[in-house]
């Protein structure tokens, strides 16, 4: 029976995740916590195989949690599961952090090939796997728009095109939640 320890500050999170990975044979989640102090003590106490640890929590974040965990059970693989994670660019910080592997929740579905990875020894950065083609500069994503004249004779760049042709708009990603903000779990 593999045992897992979640770590988040969001209940919601916690639940979603636990139902999720006790759906699947042989493995159980031994316990929770809220915050990076907890899941340090509840790591030592509870001596799971896998820690799931979200990275923005209070009292000590996920990083150094992951930290002091492996520092004291250097066998024990530790997964970043957090809006945060993903990103290429991060993946060597989160890496010297400690973490064995880091997903993304909005790709909750790969949480079980993540934990069977590194349940039998490996790693699962999905930052990794981004092609690297991808993150380009957005001259090599959109062509560049000719400057068009404007009143006084000049010529001024136009804002890059979207795909449908429209003016690129700034968009805002979702960030998780500041700790405390929004839910009425005592963590």
């Given at each position: 029976?593999?045992?897992i320890?979640?770590?988040?500050?969001?209940?919601?999170?916690?639940?979603?995740?636990?139902?999720?990975?006790?759906?699947?044979?042989?493995?159980?989640?031994?316990?929770?916590?809220?915050?990076?102090?907890?899941?340090?003590?509840?790591?030592?106490?509870?001596?799971?195989?896998i820690?799931?640890?979200?990275?923005?929590?209070?009292?000590?974040?996920?990083?150094?949690?992951?930290?002091?965990?492996?520092?004291?059970?250097?066998?024990?693989?530790?997964?970043?599961?957090?809006?945060?994670?993903?990103?290429?660019?991060?993946?060597?910080?989160f890496?010297?952090?400690?973490?064995?592997?880091?997903?993304?929740?909005?790709?909750?579905?790969?949480?079980?090939?993540?934990?069977?990875?590194?349940?039998?020894?490996?790693?699962?950065?999905?930052?990794?796997?981004?092609?690297?083609?991808?993150?380009?500069?957005?001259?090599?994503?959109?062509?560049?728009?000719p400057?068009?004249?404007?009143?006084?004779?000049?010529?001024?760049?136009?804002?890059?095109?979207?795909?449908?042709?429209?003016?690129?708009?700034?968009?805002?990603?979702?960030?998780?939640?500041?700790?405390?903000?929004?839910?009425?779990?005592?963590?």
């Amino acid at each position: 029976m593999a045992r897992i320890l979640l770590v988040d500050d969001h209940a919601e999170a916690r639940r979603g995740a636990r139902e999720l990975l006790e759906a699947h044979p042989g493995w159980e989640v031994c316990g929770e916590a809220c915050d990076g102090m907890e899941a340090i003590e509840k790591a030592a106490a509870l001596k799971p195989d896998i820690v799931i640890l979200d990275l923005s929590m209070p009292k000590m974040s996920g990083a150094a949690a992951a930290r002091v965990i492996r520092s004291t059970a250097p066998g024990v693989p530790v997964l970043l599961f957090s809006l945060y994670a993903g990103d290429p660019q991060m993946s060597d910080g989160f890496r010297a952090a400690g973490f064995s592997g880091d997903l993304n929740k909005a790709t909750a579905d790969l949480l079980i090939e993540a934990v069977q990875t590194l349940l039998q020894g490996g790693t699962y950065f999905q930052s990794a796997a981004v092609p690297r083609t991808i993150i380009a500069d957005d001259a090599t994503v959109r062509p560049e728009q000719p400057p068009t004249p404007s009143a006084d004779g000049t010529h001024q760049a136009s804002p890059p095109a979207s795909p449908n042709g429209s003016a690129d708009v700034a968009t805002t990603a979702t960030a998780e939640p500041a700790p405390g903000s929004g839910s009425s779990d005592p963590c």
